[in-house]
T-cell receptor, first 116, second 111 residues
Framework: GAVVSQHPSRVICKSGTSVKIECRSLDFQATTMFWYRQFPKQSLMLMATSNEGSKATYEQGVEKDKFLINHASLTLSTLTVTSAHPEDSSFYIC????????????FGQGTRLTVV | AQSVTQPDIHITVSEGASLELRCNYSYGATPYLFWYVQSPGQGLQLLLKYFSGDTLVQGIKGFEAEFKRSQSSFNLRKPSVHWSDAAEYFCGSSNTGKLIFGQGTTLQVKP
């Protein structure tokens, strides 16, 4: 299957700083990318959907000013957690697919963010 | 609005026994449905998907799922579970441009 690379896999940052997570589709053009947050022993909570060249669509309750998503090209999307706080500590996963709601979405390996 | 529900949070089966993981969806038209598996510390891997045609779908690793419109269900099955099947399983739906998941089911396999 296609490969989605997510970087970094782990990051520790100080409270108040910002951290950027990258999601790249290595061998296909990702028209749509999804960003999820996963709490321990819990499901994947969709944070936002981004289409290349468009502004991301955020889910209800997700602060768009805190979680900045950029999908500037067909192979790269970034999630920036701004002014991070300990409660932002979580596992963040990106997913990418080509056009079509019935097409398979490929997932990155996830990023474990710890804010201290 | 679309939604997905996995009623079973945790299931334990003996190795070699059969398995069925439940998934119910809510969507007005024909849904696009998926089953993904997540092993500890890893990303999600697609097991199978349904969007039209034969309602019994075959997937990888010996899994299958059956779409039943009358019951709004898309249950995942496997006739004989292996210890390596222990993982987290997610049922997903993608119809409104976004891919959402149920709560997930943790599968534990007893020797």
């Amino acid at each position: 299957g296609a490969v989605v690379s997510q970087h970094p896999s782990r990051v520790i940052c100080k409270s108040g700083t910002s951290v950027k997570i990258e999601c790249r589709s290595l061998d296909f053009q990702a028209t749509t990318m999804f960003w999820y947050r996963q709490f321990p022993k819990q499901s994947l909570m969709l944070m936002a959907t981004s289409n290349e060249g468009s502004k991301a669509t955020y889910e209800q309750g997700v602060e768009k000013d805190k979680f900045l998503i950029n999908h500037a090209s067909l192979t790269l999307s970034t999630l920036t957690v701004t002014s991070a706080h300990p409660e932002d500590s979580s596992f963040y996963i990106c997913s990418a697919r080509t056009s079509g709601a019935y097409t398979e979405a490929f997932f990155g390996q996830g990023t474990r963010l710890t804010v201290v | 609005a679309q939604s997905v529900t996995q009623p079973d949070i945790h299931i334990t089966v003996s190795e070699g026994a059969s398995l069925e993981l439940r998934c119910n969806y809510s969507y007005g038209a024909t849904p696009y449905l998926f089953w993904y598996v997540q092993s500890p510390g890893q990303g999600l891997q697609l097991l199978l998907k349904y969007f039209s045609g034969d309602t019994l779908v075959q997937g990888i690793k010996g899994f299958e799922a059956e779409f039943k419109r009358s019951q709004s269900s898309f249950n995942l099955r496997k006739p004989s579970v292996h210890w390596s099947d222990a993982a987290e399983y997610f049922c997903g739906s993608s119809n409104t441009g976004k891919l959402i998941f149920g709560q997930g089911t943790t599968l534990q396999v007893k020797p």
